[in-house]
Antibody, heavy 115, light 113 residues
């Protein structure tokens, strides 16, 4: 079955770059669309952006200047980079597969921005 | 951006009773070209990722109990749990995937009375 697993540092310093990777199993990333979503502590869901199987991207305009999504088809992984982070970027970050609606989610990884 | 507004923010329901959550979008999420509403519902339990319940406003995801149903069109949608069970305690979110940026409702917390 389809499974996704986020990995990356749980603590990032302010002004630095948050980097996360999502490892996908059970399906090829070359055939689908892939998304990052985050959830600040005790709050709701915010869509960050998605990347297609061909590498085309769509980002939330509120984050567009700081976000980069990429694919590594050789490893069946996709990645998120968010630069110039602040405390407001503290959240649980989810990677997911989407068909528009989001049908598979990773378990999420908490990231804290703090010095 | 399309703003998604859910009501109520929280809901306490007796076991076996019906629960209805409303989601209103600030713009229509309907595409006449394919006659589809780009609206999904998710259930999130504490410490877990959201789980897809409903997509295209009314299509139940495989494996989701049939007590969950979605309805509505355009800008006004409902998620109904026909007979609430203890395992339905969770926060429920609506999500529009019609326009970028995709947006979510603020969530509705369902508890047992």
């Amino acid at each position: 079955q389809v499974q996704l697993q986020e990995s990356g540092p749980g603590l990032v310093k302010p002004s630095e770059t948050l980097s996360l990777t999502c490892t996908v199993s059970g399906v090829s990333i070359s055939n689908n669309y892939w998304t990052w979503i985050r959830q600040p502590p005790g709050k709701g869901l915010e869509w960050i952006g998605y990347i297609s199987y061909s590498g085309s991207t769509n980002y939330n305009p509120s984050l567009k200047s700081r976000v980069t999504l990429s694919l590594d088809t050789s490893k069946n992984q996709f990645s998120l980079k968010l630069n110039s982070v602040t405390a407001a970027d503290t959240a649980v970050y989810y990677c997911a597969k989407n068909e528009g609606f989001i049908d598979y989610w990773g378990q999420g990884t908490p990231v804290t921005v703090s010095s | 951006d399309i703003v998604m507004t859910q009501s109520p923010d929280s809901l306490a329901v007796s076991l076996g009773e019906r629960a209805t959550i409303n989601c209103k979008s600030s713009q229509s999420v309907f595409y006449s070209s394919n006659n589809k509403n780009y609206l999904a519902w998710y259930q999130q339990k504490p410490g877990q990722p959201p789980k897809l319940l409903i997509y295209w406003a009314s299509t139940r995801e495989s494996g989701v109990p049939d007590r969950f149903s979605g309805s509505g069109s355009g800008t006004d949608f409902n998620l109904t749990i026909s007979s609430v069970q203890a395992e339905d305690v969770a926060v429920y979110y609506c999500h529009q995937y019609h326009s970028i940026p995709w947006t979510f409702g603020q969530g509705t917390k369902v508890e047992i009375k």
